[in-house]
């Protein structure tokens, strides 16, 4: 009687949790296909290559994290494999006998082995999962009971299928796979079942093959309103997000006169690749951890914001869904709300998130899309913005210089501009800080001499020059920031330059990232990466290397924005200097405080990042903290002087320390 209903009952839950499954997804599939912008499929075989290597190998989750990573890979892997099985026995369910082994016992009986495997290792990520929760319960991971849920989930799961095994093997003690149960047949034996009655071993192979069931299909219901969305989606959030050149920002185009919006005020205006971000978070925390701006009080959080991102879209889903009343939906910046504009101004565009986030999120759009909405449609920003916007406009710089004394600084130099020397082989951006800022100028001088030394054939724009666009665009000041980076185009394009030298990591990554996008591509070179060469050739000789033990702070716009750690450390090798690492580098360098804007910006809320990356830098006790960005000296020089330390330590630019070594300095 039992076997003749069985297949009813099976195909019956089986047609409740799917149906269930089937119409939750499709309600987030349909919300996604109604959001803005379409889906990029380009560059096909390196899209195949990450998705083997951060979905399949797992690489991501292991990055930076190996013991939570290596048990996640063992939940993942295992459940790959079980997967088969979790299907076999729904099919055998119905068409009782139909297993596998119908159609090959071979193949069948390795799969049993493989899988009584992938079991135990998914249970050891379980248990490791249980400890991390329960006794390390680490501050960023949200420790909620949906996770704890989905551990029990796992481990019923996994116990199931022993249980199932360790009964069919007395249930059917001649069949040609039980040989192959290289963990279930001691587990039966250890419980006494190998000479368990037919009825026991019947009873008991049904109980769990119903625990099983119920498991797998309660999986399936749970899915699609849980966090553990991200089963679904983190995989082709990886395979589709954007490629390189590395993270440009999205470009406006003003030239659309059909353009109402700009940036992003609500979630009807999330275009569907980062619909599919919030989908994907698994809400691991580890972007959290990284942030800068969480680690020092601020109301910013980047898991918070996708979190929270997710959690106001999902509101309006229906109404989105159904094409309803669009305008009624509110914007998800609230003064008083989740995300308010403290939120959306403390970013520091750092990257720290992005690099550490293992399902390839991008936090810093939605935030970067916001201040464009903030400030080009509500004109609702810090105060302090107001005056930058207007030295932009007005001098082409963030300080208020008049434009015509950008190249004062070399007039004892000799250095050539392009105006008067237009086949020069590498163009010198000298950009603002270089030109104007006391300090910064100093290290332009540095690189100035530096060159002159290896004889390389070079000039500078002059008053030709514009700030490359980052601080406004950072602000959100999108037509500002084109309007500057359309002139220094124009500029670039009459000159054609070979090589553009950039001593600073914002001009770097702008000129290399994202000037293409505006009809500018040049090779464009850190004067790390540069002067490392000439070092290399030997065209600077170093004849007074010092053996000072030093430490290094990786600014995030040459290192997480464009992959750059070795050529700042190794010229401070060829200077002779022994390097004394802080714990937060290359990848997970803490940022100095200024990037995204920032730096025009009060820091009244919670500690001063610049201040948090200046005690981790001088806990080391040495004499001189280098740097490699303009921003993050004056940061760095900041956080000395609020700690009275001005006089103990000093920070020095790469290339003042190798003009040191030449003797020459
Ligand atoms: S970019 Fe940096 S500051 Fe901004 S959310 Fe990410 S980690 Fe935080
Ligand atoms: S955004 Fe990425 S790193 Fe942050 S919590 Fe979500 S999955 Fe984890």
Redesign the pocket.
Known sequence: MYLTIKPFLVLLCMAGAFSYFFYKTKALIDLMRAAPGGVIIDRIPERTFMFLREVIWQSSVRRNKPIVGIAHTLIFWGFLVITVGTLEMMVEGIFHGLTISSLSPTVHGWYVFISDFAAIGVLGGVAFGFYRRLVIKPDYLTNGLDAKLILVFTATLMISLYGYNMFRIPLEPDAFINSYFILSTPLAAMFGLNGASSSLAFAGTEFFYWVHLSMVLGFLVYIPNSKHLHVLSAAPNIFFKRLGPEKAFEKTDFEDESLEQYGIANSTQLPWGMVLDLYACTECGR?EE?????MTGKP?S?KKIIHDLKVDLLSHSKTIREKGDLGAIPGFVQNEGEISPDVIW?????????VSCPVGIE??SP?IESRRNLVQMEAAFPAELQTVFKNLENNFTPWAFPADSRADWCQELGVKQMSEHRGAEVLYYVGCAGSFDDRAKKVATAIVKLLKMASIDFAILGKEEKCNGDPARRAGNEYLAQMLIQENVETLNKYQPKTILAACPHCFNTLRNEYPAFGAQYHVVHHSQFLRELVDSGQIPLNNKSDERITYHDSCYLGRWNGEYDAPRALLKSAGVKLDEVERRRTKGL?CGAG?ARMFMEETIGKRVNIERTEELTAKKTKTVAANCPFCTTMITDGLKDANQQDDVVVKDIAEILLEATGKG
């Open positions: 972007c990284q942030c800068p701006a969480a910013l980047p403390s970013c520091t565009t750092c990257r720290a998130c992005e936090q810093i935030i940022c995204g």
